[in-house]
C-alpha cells in the first residue's frame, strides 16, 4: 500500500498517524510496504585491456551482433547490456594500470604514496570506498537483505603481493580489501567447521580486555589502527554466531582435490570458484561479490590456449602485430567464457523461495582497468552488464560519449535502492546516475 492509501485508511478510521509504525506490520491490514525482491551484484574483473575490433559491437541498440571475443556470451544476448564510452576519468598520482585498477570501482583519486609505476608519479591506496562495498554496507544496514558476509571477494590467479594493480575493492580510504584467490581457503570460510569454538570465544575475550587496557596509554593515531582491530575482533564474534545459526539451504559443492594455486590450473581454480560463488548465493551468504582473474600488469601464461607468452607483456604489443592481437582476442574470448559459464550456473539455479532463477535477480558486471593494452587508455573501458533484477532495460548496445564511469556505479546504487547523490569524486557525478532504464 502507497503513502496515499495509508493516509486514507488513518483518515477513514479516524487513528492518529503515530500508530501507524504499529500497524504497517499487521499483514491482515495489507498497509506493509511491498518486500523488495532479493537483488544481488557481481563484479568480475579481466585484466590489461582488450582488443576494440573483436570486443565492441559496431551497432546500438537491440538489434547488435556479438563480435568474437563476446560469442560465447550469445546465449545472453537479449539479457546483456553492452555499454561503449564510459570513461575513467579519474586523474592524479600513480600510472594508468594503477588508476586503471584501484580507480575502478572507487571512482576516486589515489592517495600519495611511495608505490612508483611505469613513467608516472608514484601512488597509495585508492581514497574512497569501492561501489561493491558501498552495495555491501547498504544491504548489511537493512535487515531484509542483511547476509552473514555481506560481500565475498573471489580472486582466480591473483598474486600475494598487495599493491594498487592487485586491488580493485575497498572498505574505505585507505582499506584495500583482498580477494581469496585459493578456492580450498575459500571454503573453509564459508562452510568450515571452527574447531575448539569456545577456546576461540575466550580468546576473542582476552584480546578485548587487553584492547581495552592500553587504549588511554597509546597517541590519536595508534587508537585509530586499535579501532580497527576491535572492529575485526568484533566481526570475528560476529561470524562464529552466525555460523552457528544458520542453515544451509544447498550443500556445498564437492572441489576437486590436491589443484593448487599455481598458474596452468587457473580454468580448473575458475570453476570451482564460481561454483563457490554461486553456492555461497543460493546459501545467501553473501549478496554482493567480486571476481577478480589475475591482476592488472597481471602476467599469466595461458598455456591451456596455447598461448606462452605473458599476458601484460603481450598487451603492450602494436596493434600491427597481427599474431599477438590474435593471442589477445583468444585470451579475451577466455573471459567471456568464464563468464558464460557463471552465467549459465546462475541461470540453471532455482531462486530459493522465489519464482525464475538466481540469474533473473543477479546483475553481473564484467570490466577491465584499461580500454585497450598498448596505449594504456582509459576512455572506452569494458564495461558488460548481464542478468537481471536491477530495473536495467537489457538486451542492448549503447554508445556514450566518454561518459565518467562513476555515474554507472550510482545507477548501480539508485537500483538497489541506495540512493546517493554522487559517488567517488563528485565532479564526476554532476549529471546524475546513468540512464540505463
Known amino acids: 500500500m502507497n503513502a496515499i492509501h495509508r493516509r486514507q485508511f488513518i483518515q477513514q478510521l479516524g487513528l492518529s498517524t503515530a500508530s501507524l509504525p504499529f500497524l504497517l506490520g499487521l499483514p491482515s491490514l495489507g498497509l506493509a510496504s511491498p518486500a523488495r525482491p532479493r537483488q544481488r551484484l557481481i563484479v568480475m574483473f579481466s585484466p590489461n585491456g582488450t582488443i576494440p575490433p573483436a570486443f565492441w559491437p559496431d551497432e546500438a541498440g537491440s538489434d ?14 537479449d539479457r546483456m547490456l553492452v555499454l ?57 544496514s537493512r535487515e531484509e537483505s542483511r547476509t552473514r558476509f555481506g560481500s565475498l571477494e573471489f580472486g582466480v590467479g591473483v598474486s600475494d603481493k598487495a ?23 575459500m571454503y573453509q570460510k564459508l562452510y568450515g567447521q571452527l574447531k575448539d569454538k569456545e577456546s576461540l570465544k575466550s580468546v576473542l575475550d582476552d584480546v578485548r580486555n587487553d584492547l581495552k587496557k592500553v587504549r588511554k596509554l597509546i597517541s590519536a ?20 554466531g552466525e555460523a552457528d545459526r544458520q542453515k544451509l539451504r544447498v550443500n556445498p559443492p564437492s572441489l576437486e582435490e590436491g589443484v593448487a594455486d599455481q598458474n596452468d590450473n587457473v580454468p580448473r581454480l575458475s570453476r570451482m570458484q564460481v561454483d563457490l560463488l554461486v553456492n555461497s ?10 571476481l577478480q582473474y589475475t591482476k592488472s600488469v597481471g602476467q599469466a601464461k595461458m598455456n591451456w590456449l596455447g598461448v606462452t607468452d605473458p599476458h601484460h607483456g603481450l598487451s603492450h604489443e602494436p596493434d600491427k602485430n597481427e599474431e599477438a592481437v590474435a593471442k589477445l582476442v583468444k585470451i579475451n574470448k577466455w573471459f567471456a567464457g568464464e563468464l558464460n559459464y557463471l552465467a549459465q550456473r546462475l541461470a540453471g539455479t532455482p531462486e530459493p523461495g522465489g519464482e525464475g532463477s538466481l540469474l533473473d535477480n543477479t546483475m553481473i558486471v564484467w570490466t577491465n ?69
Open 64 to 77: 547488435f551482433k556479438l563480435k568474437e571475443i563476446m560469442t560465447p556470451l550469445e546465449a545472453f544476448k
Open 281 to 290: 548465493f543460493v546459501n545467501d551468504m553473501a549478496r554482493v561479490a567480486t
Open 84 to 140: 561503449h564510452g564510459l570513461s575513467n576519468k579519474v586523474r592524479g598520482d600513480g600510472d594508468s594500470h594503477m588508476r586503471g585498477m584501484s580507480c575502478l570501482l572507487t571512482g576516486i583519486e589515489l592517495f600519495p604514496g611511495n608505490i612508483q609505476g611505469g613513467s608516472h608519479t608514484p601512488a597509495g591506496w585508492a581514497s574512497g570506498i569501492s561501489i561493491d562495498q558501498e552495495i555491501k554496507n547498504y544491504f548489511q
Open 369 to 437: 582497468e584499461l580500454g585497450k593494452g598498448n596505449s594504456h587508455t582509459l576512455d572506452n573501458i569494458p564495461f558488460v552488464l548481464l542478468g537481471g533484477g536491477f530495473g536495467f532495460q537489457m538486451g542492448r548496445s549503447l554508445k556514450l560519449e566518454k561518459v565518467p564511469h562513476n555515474r554507472l556505479h550510482l545507477a548501480l546504487a539508485h537500483a538497489v535502492g541506495h540512493r546517493i547523490e554522487t559517488f567517488g569524486k563528485p565532479a564526476l557525478c554532476e549529471a546524475g546516475p546513468l540512464n540505463l532504464g
Open 221 to 240: 593515531e595508534d587508537r585509530r589502527l586499535l579501532e580497527e582491530h576491535e572492529a575485526l575482533v568484533r566481526q570475528m564474534e560476529k561470524e562464529i
Open 163 to 185: 599493491d594498487p594493480w592487485t586491488r580493485m575493492s575497498y572498505a574505505g580510504p585507505n582499506k584495500p580489501v583482498a580477494p581469496i584467490s585459493d578456492p580450498y581457503q
